[in-house]
């Protein structure tokens, strides 16, 4: 589709400007201008629907869904040149989706455009020490106080933390820890200077603007929940759902970059008369690079379509998920090893990619997570149900 080859080329534009420009630069200014970078494109529109101030949809899905071709679409080229790229952008649309999914209406007509715009940085509040996988296990408690909601605990793992304007949050309005979630779990848009909040940094591998946030006694207006009361882990899984597929976009990026860079260097590289391409062992590593990459890029287009497509894609997305980042670990491994001493040198490429691509096989659904989707779906579909 043009539409979505229009964006890839966008992707690649702001990808082939973005990296030089932000190398060198500490975490937070790095972001920052990351953030500029792409909303000055116009990509971070494609984040918010159409219906809230995004981009127009163009028929790649309804107007007040997020294409999930598009975002992989921008993603992969993003991420081919830059991690730091590819977190800004994805984050607008993490950290507002579930308000355009569930908000108010004024409250989406005040906030979204700006998001869209790249006026408003965004941030997802899922993670705590003891809830990952297992939302259920949230603590993070939310008390109703007349017409508002008094919010305590702590967030960890949280991207933009301590940048964010904004962040849609998930807090546990009944039950306790360990409940599942079902019916006691709410969404609330939480400002970033609200009284009572306050961040803390740590670095991770791959370096960006993450940390934890914490909420003492944070007050609320009913307006910014979002949803219904009990409603919450719904909204969050939705959320995720939408864009765990473009996960596996951009660790395609980051891999095909792993095996552009590995070409060039077995293609260069000298040793005992011959280039390391003519050797069989490393000539059959590219060959099955570049496979599995295809392979991993088809498993994505297939997802991105049925979610597109409105479908629940729950096997299409974990297929793509798993196999993708699993997929670009391996990739870039190779690549580090192609290059020998130089692949272990800190700011090398290659390097780097291998850093940049680890998280993804954590983050929005582990690797053993989308397993446990797809196996449950294969023994369901033998058993008939």
């Known amino acids: 589709m043009k539409r979505l080859e229009a964006l890839r080329e966008l992707g690649l534009r702001v990808g082939k400007l973005g990296e030089p420009v932000l190398a060198g630069l500490d975490e937070t200014a790095a972001a920052r201008k990351a953030l500029a970078l792409v909303s000055e494109s116009g990509a971070t529109a494609w984040t918010v629907p159409e219906r809230w101030g995004g981009a127009a949809s163009d028929g790649l899905c309804a107007p007040d869904e997020v294409s999930c071709r598009a975002m992989c679409a921008l993603r992969a080229p993003l991420a081919y040149h830059s991690a730091m790229l590819d977190v800004m952008l994805v984050m607008q649309g993490l950290g507002s989706y579930s308000l355009a999914r569930a908000g108010q209406p004024a409250v989406c007509e005040r906030v979204l455009p700006r998001v869209a715009a790249g006026?408003?940085?965004?941030?997802?509040?899922?993670?705590?020490?003891?809830?990952?996988?297992?939302?259920?296990?949230?603590?993070?408690?939310a008390e109703k106080h007349g017409t508002r909601w008094r919010i305590r605990g702590a967030k960890t793992f949280i991207s933009n933390a301590g940048i964010a304007d904004v962040y849609t949050l998930l807090a546990r309005t009944s039950g306790e820890p360990g409940d599942g979630g079902k019916g006691s779990l709410t969404m609330f848009l939480v400002r970033g200077d609200a009284k009572g909040l306050s961040t803390r940094?740590?670095?991770?591998?791959?370096?960006?603007?993450?940390?934890?946030?914490?909420?003492?006694?944070v007050e609320v207006p009913d307006e910014e929940r979002i949803g219904a009361v009990g409603g919450g882990l719904e909204v969050a899984l939705g959320t995720l759902g939408r864009f765990r597929t473009s996960v596996a976009a951009a660790a395609n990026g980051f891999a095909r970059r792993a095996l552009d860079e590995s070409l060039a260097r077995t293609s260069t590289r000298q040793q005992f008369g011959k280039p390391l391409s003519a050797f069989q062992g490393l000539a059959f590593d590219l060959a099955e690079m570049d496979t599995r990459l295809r392979a991993a890029e088809l498993l994505v287009e297939e997802a991105a379509n049925a979610v597109d497509r409105g479908e629940r894609a729950?096997?299409?997305?974990?297929?793509?998920?798993?196999?993708?980042?699993?997929?670009?670990?391996?990739?870039?491994d190779r690549a580090v090893q192609h290059f020998g001493g130089l692949g272990v040198v800190r700011g090398s490429v290659v390097e780097q990619l291998w850093r940049d691509v680890r998280a993804l096989r954590i983050y929005e659904g582990t690797s053993e997570i989308q397993k446990l989707i797809l196996s449950r779906a294969l023994v369901a579909r033998a058993a008939g149900k």
């Open 201 to 217: 940094r740590f670095e991770v591998t791959s370096p960006h603007p993450i940390g934890d946030v914490v909420l003492e006694d």
């Open 119 to 141: 006026e408003l940085v965004a941030g997802f509040g899922l993670t705590e020490p003891e809830a990952g996988s297992d939302l259920g296990m949230v603590s993070t408690r």
């Open 314 to 332: 729950l096997e299409e997305v974990a297929r793509a998920k798993l196999f993708a980042t699993e997929n670009a670990s391996w990739v870039c």
